[in-house]
């Protein structure tokens, strides 16, 4: 009884004892803590500009009451254990610049918890991070760490979260990443990170969350992944995964979200994907998918989401989609995808965006469609449907974007359809249509081409002549007896035009060499146009006065550009090219394929392409004569500019986005236009831009490398384009970037764009006070959608292309953007960089 007196009087006196061991254990713990935060402190390339002022360390013997002993004491996002050890590190949005180098994670036993996200850190993880054994939550996302991920991570075998996204990380992943079997939540997306995915991963069960989109993995994705009983998200879009879909997904029953776009997969999509029921997004578009679609993929009735677009899948919608009720997006475009489109779409009440473009459907648009009054986009462009428009399309009075071109439709454009007052962009060009347009503002100012019978108030539309009735008969009576007597007369002369054609077959053979051996200035002749070429070659030279600088009205990079006044009357561009070198024939002739490529492109913020001629004196191309120039000219004039109101701006910036858009991902093959500026965006009299200049446009052949000479204009042109010649769609997105700061900001933005790569170089500066200030402030839901563009444009000029929007992406935000007339919180550009 004693001795255990004794032994608890001296465990009383250590514990109340200022010098006990614990304490002294807690003093010499803090001390090196402090030492070593203090150490990586002073290396910060912004010592004043961080927000860790309160990091300050003297003895606790020291003199100076405001000396804080221990990191436990008030230190900014410092927290400790019970016995004074820093167990959590949380300095996330800092404002740090500098390395994880002078950290030692060695000196940190107890660490549970660290966040460095969103700084701007550089340079590799230590090795050394791996010292951290008890970690279990680790953020450095939002940064600029390079270098590869240590495999020493795998050592952590408490880790429960990885967070390393959106840095500039590369090479393979650690192999044993989850190794402690603890992995729950793992993103690394937006790196460059290479190689297969880490082989523990496969049997990794207590997964929960998974991103590692926008990188450069690759492996047989078949193989990479197993069943995983607590999996929720997973995305593994734009990597270079090959192989088919496993059909172990299937077996992943609390899985809402499976994300597989942009890869290369191959196969059919598993039926087995049906036993996911909780999926309620569902992406595996933009690979090479065939097949039908399984009836069993009906079975996930929690479905929001469904994009299958950019496949090569064929056959019918199975009428087991029916089950999706609270479908809010579908896309299904380009693919081969056949039979009538099911009415049982028009039950998806809340249906919001529906694309069926680029497929092969066939008989009417269904009725039922009109019963979608959520819908705001519907794109059945570019199928075999037929029969008229159904009126009951005019009930979808949410709908903003209407494109049913390039079908088969018939008759007239329903008279209902002008009340359709959300509609701001409609396509019905290459149809059968005719009769009146409506009076509505879209229609009016929509793609109306290739349908000969349209009529009305509209720029190249013949007016409309409403006959009588008695007229009407009286033509059908005189049409039926003309056709009694000209179709006989028509068959005799069919028959002697045979005859004909075989005497003038041989003759035509006889004379293609002499034609061969004519003289040189015809030799080279070549055109591809709504005209005669030869007579429309000497109508502009004579119209130029034979390119008489007089008729110049400006100059390029390939050539000038002239105004010509046809004998018609109608007047053209036309843009004279510089002279074709000998020796430079394949590149002739690769030019010519182009051109002819571009004669489909039909889009109304395009320019309309009138045709080209090649001769021994002169090449030139005819365009469509644009009223009021070029943007670039324009903004440099104060009174011009001043005609550019802020409506006006956001219209130009939307109508770019859309055309380029249509480029990207509705052409095929998409093509690249390499040269997006101010000087190549023409106005027309209503201001409306019309993107021009495909001089240097490259179609994005899949079969080929698509590396190209250097073209574009300083200041627009992609970074990557400095050390690489090879042309992708994202070249574009970062042009059309400037090209949107530009024209918000009005002038060209030269050394002013490129700091908005450092937001420390931009301090404070207001957004709005870097907008046009020869325009009047903008009203409040125009200044919301200037948020908007700014914000687009900043991520379209991300120094890394995988990082950067599809353009597809960018129309899309832009036609989508609500209106909202309040006001938002002043923002400055380092936090809409951020």
């Not at 390393?164 to 939540?185: A, E, M, V, W, Y």
């Not at 097949?291 to 064929?314: A, F, H, Y």
């Not at 004196?617 to 000219?633: I, N, P, T, W």
Request: aromatic share 8%.
């Amino acid at each position: 009884m004693r001795s255990f007196l004794a032994c608890f009087l001296l465990y009383v006196h250590l514990v109340s004892s200022p010098n006990n061991a614990f304490a002294s254990v807690s003093s010499s713990s803090s001390s090196s803590e402090a030492k070593a935060l203090l150490k990586w402190k002073a290396s910060f390339q912004n010592q004043t500009q961080n927000n860790l002022t309160s990091w300050t360390y003297s003895p606790s013997n020291s003199t100076n009451p405001k000396a804080n002993a221990s990191p436990c004491n008030g230190w900014t996002g410092i927290t400790c254990n019970t016995v004074g050890s820093v167990n959590r590190i949380n300095l996330s949005n800092s404002g740090i610049q500098g390395t994880l180098r002078e950290l030692s994670f060695l000196s940190f036993p107890n660490l549970e918890y660290l966040d460095l996200s969103f700084n701007e850190l550089n340079g590799s993880i230590p090795p050394s991070i791996g010292g951290l054994s008890n970690l279990v939550f680790l953020y450095l996302r939002h940064n600029q760490l390079s270098g590869s991920v240590p495999q020493e991570i795998g050592n952590l075998k408490k880790l429960t979260v990885l967070k390393l996204d959106t840095n500039q990380l590369s090479g393979h992943l650690p192999q044993n990443i989850c190794r402690g079997g603890s992995l729950q939540n793992f993103t690394v997306q937006t790196n460059r990170l290479t190689g297969p995915i880490p082989k523990s991963l496969k049997m990794c069960k207590s997964l929960i969350r998974v991103r590692l989109q926008d990188n450069h993995l690759t492996g047989n994705i078949f193989e990479a992944f197993g069943a995983y009983p607590n999996l929720r998200y997973i995305d593994l879009s734009h990597n270079n995964f090959y192989g088919k879909i496993s059909p172990m997904w299937g077996q992943c029953p609390q899985l809402t979200a499976l994300r597989i776009a942009g890869n290369i997969l191959t196969g059919s999509i598993p039926p087995e994907l049906g036993n996911a029921t909780k999926i309620q997004l569902l992406d595996l578009s933009s690979n090479g998918l065939v097949g039908v679609i399984p009836n069993e993929i009906g079975r996930l009735t929690s479905l929001l989401n469904l994009t299958l677009n950019g496949n090569q899948l064929w056959g019918r919608i199975p009428l087991e989609f029916g089950s999706f009720k609270d479908l809010e997006y579908l896309d299904m475009s380009i693919n081969k995808l056949n039979e009538s489109i099911p009415s049982i779409l028009g039950d998806f009440s809340k249906l919001h965006y529906l694309n069926l473009s680029n497929n092969k459907f066939s008989q009417e648009i269904p009725f039922q469609l009109g019963k979608l009054v959520h819908l705001s986009q519907l794109d059945l462009s570019y199928n075999s449907l037929e029969d008229q428009i159904p009126s009951e399309i005019s009930q979808m009075q949410s709908l903003e974007i209407l494109n049913i071109s390039h079908n088969n439709l018939f008759g007239s454009i329903p008279k209902n359809f002008k009340q359709m007052h959300s509609l701001v962009q409609v396509d019905i060009s290459y149809n059968q249509l005719q009769g009146p347009v409506p009076n509505n503002k879209a229609f009016q100012d929509g793609d109306l081409e290739g349908n000969e019978g349209l009529c009305g108030n509209v720029a190249g539309l013949q007016p409309c002549n409403i006959p009588s009735m008695e007229t009407k008969h009286s033509s059908k009576s005189d049409r039926r007896h003309l056709f009694l007597i000209v179709f006989p007369i028509l068959g005799t002369l069919l028959l002697v035009l045979v005859v004909l054609a075989i005497a003038l077959v041989g003759k035509r053979r006889k004379t293609e060499q002499e034609t061969k051996q004519s003289n040189v200035q015809h030799q080279n002749f070549f055109s591809i146009s709504e005209f005669d070429g030869r007579r429309m070659y000497e109508e502009i030279i004579r119209a130029t006065n034979d390119f008489d600088a007089l008729y110049c009205i400006g100059k390029g990079g390939s050539g000038s550009v002239y105004k010509a006044k046809l004998l018609s009357g109608s007047v053209v561009a036309v843009k004279k090219l510089h002279p074709i070198l000998d020796g430079e024939e394949t590149s002739r002739k690769e030019f010519l394929n182009e051109i002819r490529a571009l004669l489909e492109i039909r889009h109304r913020n395009i320019v309309s392409f009138r045709g080209f001629c090649s001769h021994a004196h002169h090449s030139f191309l005819v365009y469509d004569y644009l009223q009021k120039g070029s943007l670039a000219s324009i903004l440099s004039k104060e009174y011009e500019a001043n005609k550019l109101d802020w409506s006006t701006r956001v219209r130009i910036v939307k109508g770019v986005a859309h055309a380029l858009s249509y480029m990207h991902h509705d052409c095929s093959p998409p093509i690249v236009h390499r040269d997006i500026s101010s000087n190549n965006i023409l106005l027309n009299y209503e201001y409306e831009p019309v993107l021009s200049d495909f001089g240097t446009a490259k179609l994005l052949n899949p079969d080929s490398s698509n590396w190209t000479a250097p073209a574009g204009t300083y200041g627009y042109i992609a970074p990557e384009l400095a050390y690489t010649m090879k042309v992708t769609k994202k070249c574009d997105v970062y042009s059309f970037g400037v090209l949107a700061l530009e024209v918000i900001m009005g002038k060209q933005l030269a050394d002013f764009v490129s700091a908005f790569s450092t937001p420390s170089a931009i301090g404070d500066i207001l957004l709005k006070d870097v907008f046009d200030q020869r325009l009047p402030p903008p009203t409040p839901e125009i200044e919301n959608e200037l948020i908007t563009i700014a914000r687009l444009a900043i991520a379209c000029k991300h120094s890394d292309p995988q990082s950067r929007p599809t353009m597809y992406k960018v129309s899309q935000v832009l036609s989508s953007q609500p209106a909202n007339s309040s006001r938002l919180p002043e923002i400055t550009l380092e936090q809409l960089i951020n």
